[in-house]
């Protein structure tokens, strides 16, 4: 297991910064330690020998040097904790974007809990790794050298000591690291399992309730649990294990410097002197080494985190054109084939729509309507044929400038914890309250006067506190502020009472009027207000004969 991972490296230049001001640190730190060591063992020879008046330059100087390490350890844990702050800020904004990227049938089933399991509980398992393991790496990289090029000066025999055993330390955390590799990365799948299950469960908890399925779950998410507690508990004891011999390791290649030092000392063939300065600084060589033995294991998970959240970057997409100026025309699909797993969603579908259409898609659930939508989004590619805007391929033109044409309600449109007004604004991030209460008027959406705050309300994750035709009608008041010359609308009226339906269904109307759309519609007063009638059934589509649509009056 490499200490610092390449692709890391090459993709956050913030690592990149931290590293480099890291082992700068280091060195200043190691050239403190050896100031410390020698101005240290002249105080103590000079004490031993009652040279009482040279004491105080000594002192002076030690006191500097330790000054110099604490300055040099509180700005460097500032210096860390800014730079893992904003480390974790870019993964997660890589994570973010590449889960976008991929769209949201990447996101659906487990995967979107143990994606929020990654860029939270995994991301946050970095700081092990960026302010406690990487410090000591660039410090075992540093300290020991110096250490040896100044007993190399002051004492052979002990730099030859010193460089037999120095190395034992690494050999043995490397050893340690191959046997807790394997319990590591099987410690965060646990954890990102469970994360994903958990959501799971959570989501579909009131189904569960009903079908009496919740405590069978509940038992699943145990087992997980315990699982995941045993697979940290084994690699507690591996660290454990590895910290005692690391330990040991150290204490007796000092105790090899010590010894000989000692019966040399009692020959009077080594100066006091020298001996303060090599004992002061045989156990510097080995303690950022062990350190960083005792960092590795906590900093494991937090480093499977990082190389999960690099995998999820969004594909390099080529260059696509710009849409051309002016509102389109046509929108036409030509043989297009959609597979799933298992499954034709569209088989050869081919239809075309005109600016100013108001076409309704039919058929059974699972039959491709949604998927025909999905299409037009962007969220799913043909497996083969195309769909075509006046002539251009839509694959070969830019997704987000297409997307800015297009006003979209889905069957259940996520409402975001904050205000009323704010979730409105999701259209036209940019618009004033007067056009967001022009929105919501012309969504039927009186009902946020009587809001305790109005437009000001706070509304809890996923619209808590609104009904679902309320909730449906700020969906409808995104797409009159988005104010785009293509809807897409999948069952706007779906799971609604008959008061809330015909408010849905008539600010549908409204919405549909002047605009081309496409409506994914059970329900006949739907399909009262359309020009066209699209069957879409075992991923074929087949146009109906409908009478014309009425005028809506506004």
């Known amino acids: 297991?490499?200490?610092?991972?390449?692709?890391?490296?090459?993709?956050?230049?913030?690592?990149?910064?931290?590293?480099?001001?890291?082992?700068?640190?280091?060195?200043?730190?190691?050239?403190?330690?050896?100031?410390?060591?020698?101005?240290?063992?002249?105080?103590?020879?000079?004490?031993?020998?009652?040279?009482?008046?040279?004491?105080?330059?000594?002192?002076?100087?030690?006191?500097?040097?330790?000054?110099?390490?604490?300055?040099?350890?509180?700005?460097?844990?500032?210096?860390?904790?800014?730079?893992?702050?904003?480390?974790?800020?870019?993964?997660?904004?890589?994570?973010?974007?590449?889960a976008a990227a991929r769209g949201p049938r990447w996101l659906r089933g487990r995967r979107g809990g143990e994606t929020a399991t990654l860029v939270t509980r995994g991301v946050d398992g970095l700081d092990a790794y960026l302010t406690g393991y990487l410090p000591q790496l660039m410090l075992g990289m540093t300290v020991p050298i110096a250490v040896l090029v100044m007993l190399?000066?002051?004492?052979?025999?002990?730099?030859?000591?010193?460089?037999?055993?120095?190395?034992?330390?690494?050999?043995?955390?490397?050893?340690?690291?191959?046997?807790?590799?394997?319990?590591?990365?099987?410690?965060?799948?646990?954890?990102?399992?469970?994360?994903?299950?958990?959501?799971?469960?959570?989501?579909?908890?009131?189904?569960?309730?009903?079908?009496?399925?919740?405590?069978?779950?509940?038992?699943?998410?145990?087992?997980?649990?315990?699982?995941?507690?045993?697979?940290?508990?084994?690699?507690?004891?591996?660290?454990?294990?590895?910290?005692?011999?690391?330990?040991?390791?150290?204490?007796?290649?000092?105790?090899?410097?010590?010894?000989?030092?000692?019966?040399?000392?009692?020959?009077?063939?080594?100066?006091?002197r020298t001996a303060f300065f090599v004992l002061l600084l045989a156990p510097e060589a080995f303690l950022p080494l062990r350190a960083m033995g005792t960092q590795f294991h906590a900093s494991q998970e937090g480093l499977a985190a990082m190389r999960e959240a690099l995998d999820v970057k969004p594909e390099p997409e080529p260059a696509r054109r710009a849409l051309p100026e002016g509102p389109f025309q046509t929108i036409a699909f030509e043989d297009v084939t959609v597979e799933y797993p298992g499954v034709k969603a569209l088989d050869g579908a081919t239809f075309t729509v005109t600016a100013g259409e108001r076409v309704a898609l039919i058929g059974p659930s699972g039959a491709g309507k949604t998927t025909v939508l999905a299409v037009l989004l962007g969220f799913v590619t043909p497996s083969s044929g195309r769909v075509l805007i006046d002539g251009h391929d839509l694959a070969e033109l830019d997704a987000d400038d297409w997307r800015a044409r297009l006003g979209w309600v889905p069957q259940r449109a996520h409402l975001f914890a904050g205000t009323v007004a704010d979730n409105i604004r999701l259209g036209d991030p940019d618009a004033p309250i007067g056009r967001v209460r022009e929105a919501a008027i012309s969504a039927d959406a009186g009902f946020i006067d009587t809001l305790p705050d109005g437009y000001d309300t706070s509304l809890g994750d996923r619209g808590v506190g609104l009904s679902a035709g309320q909730s449906r009608r700020l969906a409808l008041a995104r797409a009159f502020l988005r104010d785009a010359p293509l809807l897409l609308l999948d069952e706007p009226t779906a799971s609604l009472d008959g008061h809330s339906e015909a408010a849905v269904t008539t600010a549908t109307a409204r919405l549909a009027e002047g605009r081309t759309a496409l409506i994914v519609a059970h329900r006949p007063a739907l399909l009262e207000h359309a020009d066209r009638v699209l069957r879409v059934a075992d991923g074929r589509v087949a146009e109906l004969e409908v009478t014309p649509m009425p005028e809506v009056t506004t």
């Open 1 to 98: 297991m490499r200490p610092i991972d390449p692709q890391a490296m090459k993709r956050l230049p913030e690592l990149r910064r931290y590293l480099t001001l890291t082992a700068v640190t280091g060195a200043v730190t190691a050239a403190a330690i050896g100031v410390q060591a020698f101005a240290l063992s002249g105080v103590l020879s000079r004490a031993v020998q009652d040279v009482s008046p040279e004491l105080l330059g000594g002192l002076a100087l030690v006191a500097a040097a330790f000054g110099v390490r604490a300055l040099l350890a509180w700005t460097h844990g500032r210096v860390a904790a800014r730079a893992a702050a904003d480390v974790k800020a870019r993964l997660r904004a890589e994570v973010l974007e590449g």
């Open 152 to 272: 190399y000066v002051a004492d052979l025999t002990s730099a030859i000591i010193i460089t037999v055993t120095v190395p034992l330390i690494p050999i043995f955390g490397i050893l340690v690291g191959w046997h807790t590799k394997a319990k590591t990365e099987k410690q965060w799948r646990l954890l990102s399992r469970l994360g994903g299950h958990f959501l799971d469960v959570v989501a579909g908890l009131a189904t569960l309730k009903v079908a009496g399925r919740a405590a069978a779950q509940a038992k699943a998410v145990r087992e997980v649990a315990d699982r995941y507690r045993g697979a940290t508990m084994s690699t507690l004891r591996v660290a454990f294990l590895s910290a005692l011999v690391l330990e040991l390791v150290a204490t007796v290649s000092v105790a090899l410097v010590a010894v000989p030092i000692g019966l040399r000392l009692a020959d009077g063939t080594f100066d006091l």
